[in-house]
């Protein structure tokens, strides 16, 4: 077996991608989105150029929910690719990925010091899926998507013109009657090409809403990149069977390079530790959005990354 929806439980079943009908306005109007999670509105926008309005079984069977033992992967896949799986790569993912927990668990993302501790590491683990990806496409291939907030973090790595980056705002929606809606605003792909890679910058897949969010864009839009590839810290194996479940029933190339992977989703989807893992059942991360906004100009010196983002009230807060 190479390819994860091989290894994926009998129990996992979710309705046809293909009935979702996104909500979006051919006028360049933006639509708006009630009923959202009183948390949610406090701080983000409710108001999107593209909605996908996800039904609940979607996302039902991944709340809190743990892969089996005998179903789990432990080895890359022609579709799913685990640095923590490669010798090569295995000691420098673990360390980094345990103190990533720790810094998110403990420390508060208002803790300039901690998010520079959390960037940084960011940073040196989305390095090594840069310096892969360009030895398997050229330069001139290669677009980059840095979905705004923790994209914009993920994607700086990758050395691209700026014609061959893209950014547009993704959000997950929490409604407050539990179901789970995201909104894209901002994003213009119209200059991809048939013979393009897609590579999207993420610090973690989560759900995998967000790609699937992406793809159904693509779609209804007529583009078809030669392949799209999703980079992240981490990718549970629950998104991995979204993303690549959708991929299957909407006909595009996907593969997800990740440089750890879970085997637990929690009832809110964020992704857990087991023990037999790494070590002790935390989260891998928390807020990746949160300890993704911009660092105060003081921390130029020792955040190179840095110098390059600007701060948007709203945006990437």
């Known amino acids: 077996m190479n390819n994860l929806l091989d290894y994926k439980p009998p129990r996992i079943d979710f309705p046809n991608i293909n009935s979702i009908k996104p909500l979006w306005n051919k006028d360049g109007s933006q639509v708006g989105v009630d009923g959202l999670e009183d948390y949610y509105t406090e701080r983000f926008p409710n108001k999107f150029d593209f909605v996908v309005p996800f039904k609940e079984e979607f996302f039902k069977w991944m709340r809190g929910y743990k892969i089996p033992k005998k179903y ?52 040196d683990l989305m390095e090594i899926h840069a310096e892969k990806s360009f030895k398997r496409f050229k330069k001139e291939e290669i677009f980059i998507l840095e979905p705004l907030r923790a994209g914009a973090l993920a994607g700086i790595v990758y050395n691209v013109k700026d014609k061959y980056r893209k950014r547009g705002i993704f959000k997950r929606l929490p409604k407050k009657d539990g179901g789970t809606w995201t909104g894209i605003s901002g994003l213009d792909l119209s200059n991809i090409e048939r013979n393009s890679a897609l590579i999207v910058a993420e610090c973690c897949t989560g759900s995998g809403a967000t790609v699937v969010s992406l793809m159904l864009y693509l779609k209804e839009k007529s583009i078809k990149p030669k392949v799209i590839e999703v980079h992240s810290i981490n990718s549970p194996m629950h998104s991995g069977i979204f993303i690549l479940k959708a991929a299957e029933e909407l006909g595009f190339k996907v593969c997800i390079k990740t440089a750890s992977i879970g085997f637990w989703e929690n009832d809110k989807l964020y992704n857990m530790r087991i023990g037999d893992e790494w070590s002790d059942g935390v989260y891998f991360v928390c807020d990746a959005g949160d300890f993704s906004i911009p660092l105060p100009k003081e921390f130029n010196k020792r955040a190179w990354w840095n110098k390059r983002r600007v701060y948007k009230k709203g945006l990437l807060d």
Do not use: G, W
Request: glycine share 0%; proline share 2%; with cysteine.
């Open 72 to 123: 789990r992967i432990n080895k890359s896949l022609d579709d799913f690719e685990i640095l923590a799986f490669d010798s090569k790569y295995k000691k420098i993912v673990e360390s980094k990925m345990r103190t990533l927990t720790e810094i998110c668990n403990v420390h508060p993302y208002t803790d300039h010091e901690s998010r520079f501790r959390y960037q940084k590491l960011v940073i």
